[in-house]
């Protein structure tokens, strides 16, 4: 059987060459947390996930810090028994950064997104942006479903995949009877 590109190009992102992605790396933490970048690195997955190169597609780099997910202590108002219990955000790193792209660019809509590298302090990752708004879009039927209005804000919402995932709502547990899953809390059926 005969390979495609895109086969090759996934072949090659399963393992990386280590020196090129650090020397990425450090230009990425040099440059703005929320970058416009012309083409998407992974082809094959943007491909994947929807994308195609045409106008009305925006693809951001965006940078997000690793740790710190819990929630600040009280230092007001409350006994001291009270100020230790600090819950741990649900949210992954991928949902935050669909989000913030989200945030800068109001008048686009998420459409998806997907990892391109961690180091030591930052993880990153490539979000794909529709203008629902450009005839190009409205046009194509395989992506005119984002433009109705039922799809605003879907990131803030929970229904991009990072949302679902982190939600619960895409583990298929066959023992799940609650919707959602284990992780959302869901109980396990007899």
Not at 34 to 42: A, C, E, Q, T
Not at 154 to 169: N, V
Request: no cysteine; net charge positive; glycine share 12%.
């Amino acid at each position: 059987m005969v390979k495609g590109m895109y086969q090759y190009l996934r072949q090659a992102w399963k393992k990386p060459d280590r020196e090129t992605l650090r020397k990425r790396m450090i230009e990425w933490r040099k440059t703005d947390t929320i970058v416009n970048v012309d083409k998407p690195l992974r082809l094959d997955r943007a491909r994947a996930l929807g994308y195609k190169a045409k106008k009305g597609f925006v693809v951001l780099r965006v940078r997000v810090g690793r740790g710190g997910h819990k929630g600040k202590k009280p230092n007001r108002g409350r006994r001291s028994k009270r100020q230790t219990n600090r819950k741990n955000l649900k949210m992954s790193y991928q949902w935050i950064a669909e989000q913030r792209a989200g945030r800068k660019y109001n008048n686009l809509e998420v459409l998806n997104s997907y990892k391109i590298g961690k180091d030591g302090m930052f993880y990153f990752y490539e979000v794909i942006l529709v203008d629902p708004q450009r005839p190009e879009i409205k046009n194509d039927k395989t992506i005119n479903w984002i433009t109705k209005p039922g799809n605003r804000g879907r990131p803030f919402r929970g229904i991009t995949s990072a949302g679902k995932k982190s939600r619960g709502i895409m583990n298929k547990h066959p023992t799940s009877k609650v919707k959602g899953g284990v992780r959302a809390g869901g109980r396990l059926g007899k």
